[in-house]
């Protein structure tokens, strides 16, 4: 088992920048993926960036080139760092981690979200 602790949400003008950040409860020696999702009122959730066990990333189309995803093995902490703000980025950011059948482990551990509000 594994919590996951996101922090770092608020309210930013258009054009700002916020980093995100998840905490792991523990090391994460295996999974198969981790990265954030994001959901606004009344849309599905839609993925914003991932990063797979091996260091590949995969952003959403929307985010790509204003948004990064790193990891600090050190904290166990998972990073989302955001340039260039748009209204249309506010939304509850959930981080997941998914330790995948490498790990012996189906499933997916998510944090409780946080939120991002941009003004235009």
């Known amino acids: 088992q594994v919590q996951l602790v996101e922090s770092g949400g608020d309210l930013v003008q258009a054009g700002g920048s916020l980093r995100l950040s998840c905490a792991a409860s523990?090391?994460?020696?295996?999974?198969?993926?981790m990265g954030w999702y994001r959901q606004a009122p009344g849309r599905e959730r839609e993925l914003v960036a991932m990063v797979s066990s091996i260091g590949l990333t995969n952003y959403g189309d929307s985010v790509k080139g204003r948004f990064t995803i790193s990891r600090d093995n050190a904290r166990n902490t998972l990073y989302l760092q955001m340039n260039s703000l748009k209204p249309e980025d506010m939304a509850v950011y959930y981080c997941?981690?998914?330790?995948?059948?490498?790990?012996?482990?189906?499933?997916?551990?998510w944090g409780q979200g946080t939120q991002v509000t941009v003004s235009s």
């Open positions: 997941y981690l998914r330790p995948g059948i490498p790990c012996k482990e189906i499933g997916t551990y």
């Open positions: 523990r090391e994460i020696t295996c999974f198969s993926s």
